[in-house]
């Protein structure tokens, strides 16, 4: 069965760090760009950052730029996001995405994890 399950959230202090991590299983996860999203309470849902299936090219909201950085190692179905320099405003519950373009187009999604970054 298709699983996406992310680990790392907490609470963390304002200018403080965390690492996400999505673990990945029941599908071909060489293939799929990964993304992640976040939504704030009363906010749509944005794309934070997106890395290719190869791992070759990065994508980030202009707002975590240069803090925020996208990685992913295959050989272990895992995508993860280390967050550097936190704000409160980014408190949300964040989402690991799985994006196949292909013919066929399939995205599955976790089931989130929450970041709280408050003093």
């Known amino acids: 069965q298709v699983q996406l399950v992310e680990s790392g959230g907490g609470l963390v202090q304002p200018g403080g760090s965390l690492r996400l991590s999505c673990a990945a299983s029941?599908?071909?996860?060489?293939?799929?760009?990964m993304n992640w999203y976040r939504q704030a309470p009363g906010k749509e849902r944005e794309l934070v950052a997106g890395i290719t299936a190869a791992g070759g090219s990065t994508n980030y909201a202009d707002s975590v730029k240069g803090r925020f950085t996208i990685s992913r190692e295959n050989a272990k179905n895992t995508v993860t996001l280390q967050m550097n320099s936190l704000k409160p405003e980014e408190t949300a519950v964040y989402y690991c995405?799985?994006?196949?373009?292909?013919?066929?187009?399939?995205?599955?999604w976790g089931q989130g994890t929450q970041v709280t970054v408050s003093s």
């Open positions: 995405q799985a994006h196949w373009g292909g013919l066929i187009m399939r995205d599955y």
């Open positions: 029941g599908f071909t996860f060489s293939i799929f760009a």
